[in-house]
């Protein structure tokens, strides 16, 4: 049986307190980026390795509680499972310090930051091709990621996306009743009611492509026109529209049924921009394996 983190926690020291310039062993904290959940994450440098890296680490007042403890050793064993471009990579997870500290590389910033900017079709389109690709290598594990929003995507150079926070995440066996855990305005109706499984994975991540591609949100239950419409279709192909459409499709039996098929789906598209020559040059195609290929709906 592997060891609990509990077992390490027992003999770590009281917490160190957290600030600028703080050393957690080889990392120093440089900046606090945000917070969310139970824990915050710190920007911090490398000082062996010589490079920026992110700092996730959970409020010491929650390590005493038996099922965060859980949780985390959870999303650590997840993320050590995965391993693809599209999936941020977790480098480093131990107690130092009294904090438990999950150590990631350093992006240029998030999704949510990107789309307040304005976006070139292009780009905006290459991204959505990474991103499917990236949740359907998860469901290829059999990994429900239950949290997909723009703030879990992270930007890196030469346009690479990838996504990341698995605490959320569970190990997809058999259906049953969980807690109706998510971000509200991405978050499947059916996963609202404990319903989660890949078909709500599809509909965030369905709405997270609408979003980016139409600077709108539509608000659940959605209402014909969807706001940001006509600009979501401006520069697409029809079928790429519609693949967004059938992704978000309120009725879950009507959605891609995992992420595998929805990949296949674009995978098919020749031409996802109605501009051909700008189609041709996106630098990412997708990737079917004969796993998802098997699995296409």
């Known amino acids: 049986m592997a060891p609990s983190l509990r077992i390490f926690n027992e003999e770590s020291e009281s917490p160190k307190l957290l600030r600028v310039g703080t050393r957690l062993d080889k990392y120093r904290i440089v900046s606090r980026l945000g917070e969310g959940g139970f824990a915050t994450v710190y920007a911090a440098y490398d000082t062996i390795e010589d490079r920026r ?12 509680n038996s099922q965060t403890i859980d949780d985390l050793q959870r999303e650590v064993r997840i993320m050590a499972r995965l391993n693809h471009q599209g999936i941020l990579r977790l480098k480093d997870a131990r107690f130092v310090d009294g904090h438990f500290v999950m150590v990631f590389p350093m992006g240029e910033e998030t999704l949510a930051d990107r789309i307040t900017r304005r976006i070139a079709r292009s780009t905006a389109v290459d991204y959505a091709l990474q991103m499917i690709d990236a949740v359907a290598y998860a469901h290829e594990q059999r990994i429900l990621h ?129 501009d051909r020559s700008v189609s041709q040059q996106l630098g990412r195609p997708v990737t079917v394996s004969r796993l998802s290929q098997r699995r296409a709906a």
């Open 53 to 64: 890296v992110a700092l996730k680490i959970p409020e010491s007042r929650y390590l005493e």
């Open 146 to 274: 239950r949290d997909i929003k723009p703030e879990n995507f992270i930007l890196f150079d030469n346009k690479l996306i990838q996504l990341t926070d698995f605490g959320l995440a569970r190990i997809q066996t058999t259906a049953k009743h969980v807690s109706a855990s998510g971000t509200l305005g991405f978050m499947a109706p059916e996963q609202a009611m404990g319903h989660p499984g890949y078909r709500s994975d599809v509909f965030s991540l369905g709405l997270v492509i609408y979003r980016l591609l139409s600077g709108e949100l539509p608000d659940y239950p959605f209402e014909a026109p969807l706001p940001g419409y006509q600009k979501l279709r401006k520069g697409l192909s029809s079928d790429f529209v519609a693949l967004i459409r059938k992704a978000i499709d309120p009725v879950p039996s009507r959605r891609f049924r995992d992420a595998v098929a929805m990949q296949n789906a674009v995978s098919r598209i020749r031409y996802p921009l109605s």
